[in-house]
Structure formats: C-alpha cells, structure tokens
C-alpha cells in the first residue's frame, strides 16, 4: 500500500521564478492538504482540496495556488518566488468521512536564490 | 484564533530513561483533537498519539503516554524506557473537532535527542 507520495524531493529557484510540486494521495483518500514548513518551525496550513475543490485556505498570498486532480492527486504553485518561500511543502492526504487522521509524506525541499 | 505552544526547543534523554514533552494550547471551542507527532530526520510525519477532547481518560500507545489537562489547556507527551530511534523532532498539534477540513494546527516542535 502506498503511502502519500511527493516530487520533487529537493529543488533550486530564484526569485521570481514559479515552481510546481506534485503529490499524490495515499491509496483510497480523497482529500489533499498541504503545509509549509520553514526551518525550526511547525507546519503552517497553506490549503485544502477535496473533489477538485479548494474547500480552505489557510493565510497565504495568492501567489500560492493549487489544484486537484480527478486522480486525487495534487498540485501546488507558487509564482514570483520570494527568498522567505524557502522550506519544506508537506503533503498530507486524509479520507472524508473517516477519522480525518492525516498521513504526510516526505515533503519537498524548495531552496529559493 | 487557536494557539499552540511547546515552550521546551530541545529536551535530552538517556537511553531507557522517561522523558515528557510539554505542550499547551489555546483554544474557545470545547470539542477538539489533540495530537503528537513525530519528524524523524526522514522528514516525514508520523502520528504518534491522538486524544479527543470529550475523552477524560489519557491516551496510551505503548511506550507513549499523554496528560490531558482539558482546563488547564496543557497536553504533555511521556515516553517511557526511551529508545534510540525516538530521537526526532515532536510536534503537537490542534484540530477543531467542527471545522470544516481537518486542518491541523501545529507548535513549534521539541527536539528530542536520545543519548546512549
């Protein structure tokens, strides 16, 4: 069975540039979150998507977007890269309806010049 | 807005030995679910226990232990007989009980060192 899987693992922009990062969900969920995780600190919610819908966000510009695929899986965009992008972006899947329990993957590493 | 605390950076434990992580939140609902997870350097996530808020008695998972203070808002984790592979980063977290997604809201994590 596998779990929620993420790419790229690591990667470089500058300034400016736009970047996409790709997760899909553990087998049978149906519902993608994704964090932010800046070095030394707590993830922070950045949205939810569930049925192609982005049903929360959390306090995040508009310069980070996302999408969800009839798959389930997931994109998130980020446009005109700022140097404090610089973090690791968790994906997290869960199945509605049930316990809600969030399983994460390993995350991508984005590194902003 | 719904806080979480963990005032503690870095804690230190010997092998074999208990150690608790303490974690306090801040919250005006009264139905929620608390949560401990573990950040090892793999990077990913891993649950570690979980404790509903309408629950009185404290969640145990194995060596894992919990101190759920509903009105003093404080949510500690215990880990008993203290293994190597326990050393990662622990974060606690929030989620409303309500919301409309399973939003989590997290502290700023312990890091948790196992000396052999």
């Known amino acids: 069975d596998a779990g929620v899987t993420q790419s790229p693992t690591h990667l470089i922009k500058t300034r400016g540039q736009q970047v996409t990062l790709r997760c899909s969900p553990k087998?049978?969920?149906?519902?993608v979150s994704w964090y932010q995780q800046a070095l030394g600190q707590g993830p922070q919610f950045i949205f939810q998507y569930y049925e192609e819908e982005e049903r929360q966000r959390g306090n995040f510009p508009d310069r980070f977007s996302g999408h969800q695929f009839p798959n389930y899986s997931s994109e998130l965009n980020v446009n005109a890269l700022l140097l404090g992008d610089s973090a690791l972006y968790l994906c997290?899947?869960?199945?509605?309806?049930?316990?809600?329990?969030?399983?994460f993957g390993e995350g991508s590493r984005l590194t902003v010049l | 807005a719904q806080t979480v605390t963990q005032s503690q950076p870095e804690m230190s434990v010997q092998e074999a030995e208990t150690v608790t992580l303490s974690c306090t939140y801040d919250t005006s609902e009264s139905d929620y679910y608390l949560f401990w997870y573990k950040q090892p350097p793999s990077r990913q996530m891993i649950l570690v226990i979980r404790q509903e808020a309408y629950k009185q008695q404290n969640a145990t998972e194995n060596r894992f232990s919990v101190n759920f203070q509903k009105a003093a808002k404080s949510f500690s984790l215990k880990i008993s007989d203290s293994q190597l592979g326990d050393a990662a980063m622990y974060f606690c977290?929030?989620?409303?009980?309500?919301?409309?997604?399973?939003?989590?809201?997290f502290g700023t994590g312990t890091l948790l060192a196992v000396q052999p």
């Open positions: 977290a929030y989620r409303y009980y309500g919301g409309a997604t399973n939003k989590l809201i």
């Open positions: 997290a899947s869960s199945l509605t309806g049930g316990t809600g329990e969030l399983f």
């Open positions: 087998s049978g969920h149906d519902t």
